[in-house]
């Protein structure tokens, strides 16, 4: 507890808010239901730096699934676990920084109290900064565009809830000075019925350069965990301050 900071939390948090869950699971064992909270993705390395942090299980599964789309395929799977009083305190400490109000509601079911989030107002530069790579991480893409003289980049953060892509258009903007917006884009059939899928884009180029100081600082020491999406980042950057 004493060696995270607010940084580590707000971290984690824009994890779970994307790739997280907070469940109460029946406990053979114990003969009672047990609350688990678990991070669950294809990537192995942001589930592998949560297993050895918080010193739990890496595990990983194989499961046949479909796309929107039909496609069937076998999907790969890794994740870690915590659960009673271990998994009480990480939900204690994470969930402030929960932006995700569908994330808020799950964590505060489990904890039987009203999880709100810490006031915008309050977030410091580095937490939202956190917050935000590990979102670009879990619900983004990153797309370096190639032209004859130049590069331009675009991330896209991808949600159904229209309402926290909002929240993080306003604290990107107001916090960080991103200049980022959202729109809706695409919707599809799935077993649950009709989805819409918005897309918030931060774009970076020499014309529009608005944005570079936030990909600089996702290059700072512990910010990014990904290696794959951190090197386009990296490799924008070099571009842009070597051009």
């Known amino acids: 507890d004493q060696e995270l900071t607010n940084l580590d939390w707000a971290k984690w948090a824009g994890w779970f808010d994307t790739d997280g869950c907070f469940v109460h699971q029946w406990n053979k064992e ?6 688990f909270v678990s ?16 010193e739990t299980s890496l595990c990983y599964l194989e499961d046949n699934t479909i796309t929107p789309n039909g496609v069937h395929y076998v999907s790969k799977i890794f994740k870690a676990g915590l659960s009673g009083p271990k998994a009480t305190w990480f939900t204690e400490n994470v969930s402030p920084y929960l932006i995700k109000e569908e994330k808020r509601e799950y964590a505060g079911a489990v904890l039987d109290d009203t999880v709100r989030s810490k006031d915008f107002n309050t977030w410091t530069k580095d ?5 935000l790579a590990t979102v670009i991480e879990g619900d983004g893409t990153i797309q370096i565009i190639y032209s004859r003289y130049a590069k331009n980049i675009a991330i896209r953060i991808y949600s159904s809830d229209k309402q926290y892509l909002a929240n993080l258009v306003s604290i990107a903007a107001s916090k960080l000075n991103i200049d980022c917006k959202f729109r809706k884009a695409k919707t599809y059939q799935t077993k649950k019925g009709l989805i819409t899928m918005y897309e918030l884009f931060i774009r970076c180029s020499k014309k529009t350069p608005i944005n570079i100081d936030f990909l600089r600082s996702l290059l700072k020491y512990k910010v990014m965990t990904l290696d794959r999406k951190k090197e386009k980042i990296q490799e924008f950057v070099n571009w842009f301050d070597n051009k």
Request: glycine letters at 4%; proline letters at 4%; aromatic letters at 14%.
């Open 39 to 54: 991070l669950k993705l294809t990537d192995r390395q942001p589930v592998e730096l949560f297993s050895e942090i918080f």
């Open 30 to 35: 114990h003969k009672g239901y047990q609350l």
């Open 127 to 131: 937490e939202v900064t956190r917050y």
